[in-house]
């Protein structure tokens, strides 16, 4: 199919009220002056693995908050016959997001990376070695893991400043995997297929409007 939508102005000033309103400034600055960050140590084969595990970890995120019927919904135990997050082509979409939330701290290139970051570190707290086929222990965990995972995080109990962030991530995985993103030809402004949120909300796309509301009644010109 191939509708056409209205493209975005896209300026910087909406994307970071979006961001503001997600909370993940909050968080961003949060995470800016956490001690858990400054001490950072990335492991020696993150130069080798290092897209697979940023890809595995968001993954293992989308899968958590919008399960379909891809591979890291089936292993965390929780899938769907529908598609969710991952059928949508959520995770280069999020990646972007993230990235424009802020720069981050050294030693992560992308603030993408740091949220991966701590998202495995909290995983391993809750289960130190996982089991499973991906490079990510926080995609490796089941689903009740993640749970748990996401309670320690929310309660402070891996310190305050994941607070914000625990809150705002489910809201922009959510935002993203239910939008038309993973299918909008951006140079165009069409859909190159029906979005996975269409489907799953059965919503039936964009319209002009419909006959019964094109006109005027009895072919009034104007309104006295």
């Known amino acids: 199919m191939k509708a056409t939508l209205p493209l975005a102005p896209g300026p910087d000033t909406s994307r970071r009220e979006f961001l503001r309103k997600t909370g993940l400034l909050a968080a961003a600055a949060a995470l800016a002056q956490s001690e858990f960050v400054r001490r ?49 082509n959520a995770t280069l979409p999020l990646i972007f997001a993230l990235n424009l939330v802020s720069p981050a701290p050294p030693p992560f290139p992308a603030f993408a990376d740091l949220v991966a970051f701590i998202l495995n570190n909290v995983a391993q707290a809750v289960n130190p070695v996982p089991t499973g086929p991906f490079a990510s222990p926080f995609a490796n965990l089941s689903y009740s893991e993640k749970v748990t995972a996401w309670a320690v995080m929310e309660g402070g109990l891996a310190g305050p400043e994941l607070i914000p962030l625990a809150g705002a991530l489910p809201q922009l995985v959510g935002f993203v995997a239910y939008s038309e993103v993973g299918v909008l030809d951006l140079s165009t402004g069409t859909l190159l297929d029906t979005p996975v949120g269409w489907q799953l909300t059965n919503y039936k796309g964009v319209t002009d409007g419909t006959s019964d509301f094109k006109g005027f009644y009895q072919n009034r010109k104007k309104v006295s």
């Open 40 to 88: 950072a140590v990335l492991p020696e084969a993150r130069a080798g693995n290092g897209a697979n595990l940023l890809a595995d970890t968001l993954n293992g995120l989308i899968a958590f908050i919008v399960p379909g019927a891809d591979r890291y919904s089936v292993h965390q135990g929780v899938s769907t016959p529908e598609p969710g997050g991952i059928e949508a």
